[in-house]
């Protein structure tokens, strides 16, 4: 069966994933409501696993991750190809980095509870006041010393952003979800967007554990998930 398979022009090397500046934008939660429920645990699991781990950005990697912790969703022939969550964590770190301190612990050293700033916001502006502080996008030129700090907006609103690559792994998935005559992407099609994607970094982390990625799009593509 032929695939959707390249890799993007202008992407730099296999490595931790850099994502957009931007947080989910319209056509990336159209990108989510394309998803069955199944796979909307494996992102939420996947979104977790970033935070944990101090990361800003979602990664093929954090899917991965998440798609190993929920080994359940897929069928027992490709679950058991994949590693352990445990395993795919350990792979991760060894490439990305030790998961750094959280901001708001670092916060509580000082005496600042990042939950009580977020609560008086709310009380002070609104409930959905934080909602729209990770929307707000800043066009004045304010001067070098009057300018916007990001990470205060992102520490605030608990800013994710999406990595090029898993836009791409979505896009992928979809089409395979559609060849299998699928509604939405589940699980299974989720992995095959991954694995299609030969410099993704989940890829790479697979590679490491003993596991060959295109084994595993093989298998799926060729109908026995």
């Given amino acids: 069966m032929a695939t959707d398979r390249r890799v993007?022009?202008?992407?730099?090397?296999?490595?931790?994933?850099?994502?957009?500046?931007?947080?989910?934008?319209?056509?990336?939660?159209?990108?989510?409501?394309?998803?069955?429920?199944?796979?909307?645990?494996?992102?939420?699991?996947a979104i977790d696993s970033a935070r944990g781990?101090?990361?800003?950005?979602?990664?093929?990697?954090?899917?991965?991750?998440?798609?190993?912790?929920?080994r359940d969703l897929l069928s027992a022939e490709v679950a058991s190809m994949l590693p352990t969550a445990t395993a795919v964590r350990s792979a991760m770190v060894s490439v990305v980095g030790e998961p750094v301190r959280r901001d708001a612990e670092a916060l509580r050293t000082v005496g600042i509870d990042l939950e009580e700033v977020r609560s008086a916001v709310r009380r002070t502006f609104g409930e959905e006041a934080i909602a729209r502080l990770a929307r707000r996008r800043s066009h004045q030129a304010w001067p070098p010393?009057?300018?916007?700090?990001?990470?205060?907006?992102?520490?605030?609103?608990?800013?994710?952003?999406?990595?090029?690559?898993?836009?791409?792994?979505?896009?992928?998935?979809?089409?395979?979800a559609e060849r299998r005559a699928q509604p939405r992407i589940d699980p299974i099609s989720l992995l095959f967007g991954i694995v299609d994607l030969e410099d993704a970094l989940a890829n790479r982390l697979l590679r490491e554990n003993g596991?060959?990625?295109?084994?595993?799009?093989?298998?799926?593509?060729g109908g026995r998930s």
């Fill in 211 to 221: 596991v060959d990625p295109d084994h595993i799009r093989t298998i799926v593509s």
């Fill in 53 to 70: 781990l101090g990361h800003n950005y979602l990664g093929t990697e954090h899917l991965l991750f998440a798609l190993a912790e929920h």
């Fill in 145 to 176: 010393w009057r300018q916007r700090s990001r990470r205060c907006t992102s520490l605030l609103a608990q800013n994710i952003t999406m990595a090029p690559r898993v836009k791409q792994a979505f896009e992928i998935a979809s089409r395979h």
């Fill in 8 to 45: 993007p022009r202008g992407h730099p090397p296999v490595g931790a994933q850099k994502a957009s500046r931007a947080p989910w934008s319209s056509k990336e939660i159209v990108v989510f409501d394309r998803c069955d429920d199944a796979a909307l645990q494996v992102v939420h699991s």
